[in-house]
């Protein structure tokens, strides 16, 4: 493959990954839109965030058997096409569920995108070329997550309506793909049929869990901030764009960093999320360390993403890369879905009140448990052979 054309997909991916952060750009101005619709529960305000993973896991695990119909490129230029368009949709009434259908229509999007990002690299890239591009698409993921929630907080100083004018990058995507991402087709099938194994439902699972509390970061913290730093769209921007700028740099070190974790890559991703979480309760008024916080809560998901897709797609063979991949994606989208239900409930059965601190612990908590629990799994299998 000539430089040129490795240039042209790299760019093809950034595109791709700047569709997936559009997920993120509600999260700044949360709080700004829990006060301007009061009698809406705070779980289905902060579901704005997690409500596009509603249609992408089923979208998602469409596109693993659309690709045999229609073209990857032809795909993602119709989820570009419905991302710009969603950011249009809550301006047409003063409206919550107008919102939340903007934000569940954007999950057409989500899905294709996230799904097939994993299988443009597959398609184009092996080894540890893979790997390589793999981390480049988390770096790229994070980069779109830090420009778009830093740009919706300044936004969101003039107004939460306001933030969906970063939407318009779903149009910008959309010439760029069709100008650069070569059309490889679609799948041919042949004799083969798509088949995925324990390995793919195994670390889908993994990824399920991982989401279910790592989302609960951007869907509390602009709730989370307490003494001068409380109510600010701005700050709670900057803390969202530094959750993801943090995985632009762990998407661009995983291949060193891999070398080093080793089998023990996804739990101690993990780990991270957890250490950082810790930071954010103990330091609610502390905009340093909450930004050390959103560093290491943003490590986790830019060393588990990359790392999980890599295994998924090395798993099968490469018929079956796009339905394994859809898999993954649908696994996370369902913990993201449940994700404010699920910890909002365990905190007010235990604790008997929903805080935003009450969240992050039990999701420190279970977070750890469950690394801890991967890593024995992990090591007993290695010793059985």
Known sequence: MSQAKKIKIIISIVCISFLQGLQYTVSP???????????????????????PSLLAMIIAVVSGWLVIKISKKKLLLFASLVAGISG???????????????????GVALGLATALNTAVVADFFEGEERVAAMGIQAASVGAGMFVETTLSGFLGNYG????????????????????????????????NKILLNKKVFYISFLGALEFLFLISFTTNISMHLSGSLAGSASVSGILTGIFSGSQILMGLLLG?????????????????????????????????????????????????????????????????????????????????????????????????????SHVYLLSAIFM???????MFLTDRKKANG
């Open 29 to 51: 101005v949360l709080n700004q839109i829990q006060e301007h619709y009061p009698k809406v529960d705070v779980s289905l305000v902060q579901m704005l965030i997690t409500a």
């Open 368 to 374: 750890t448990v469950i690394a801890v629990v991967v």
């Open 88 to 106: 249009i949709i809550p301006f047409l009434a003063d409206s919550f569920g107008l919102w939340l259908f903007s934000r569940v229509f954007f």
């Open 256 to 356: 060193y960093i891999t070398r080093i974790t080793r089998k023990h890559t996804l739990p101690i991703a993990m780990l991270s999320f957890a250490f950082g979480a810790i930071l954010l309760i103990l330091f609610s008024s502390n905009m340093v360390m909450l930004m050390i916080g959103a560093v290491f809560c943003g490590f986790s998901q830019g060393m588990f993403i990359p790392q999980a897709m890599c295994e998924i797609t090395n798993a099968v063979d490469p018929i079956s890369t796009a339905m394994a991949a859809a898999c993954f994606t649908c696994a996370m989208c369902i913990g993201q879905l449940i994700s404010p239900t699920v910890l909002n409930t365990l905190s007010q059965l235990i604790f008997k009140d929903v805080t935003t």
């Open 160 to 191: 939460f309506i306001y933030v969906n004018f970063v939407h318009s990058i779903g149009f910008i995507s959309m010439i760029l793909l069709a100008l650069l991402l070569p059309d490889t087709g679609k799948v041919k099938a042949g004799n």
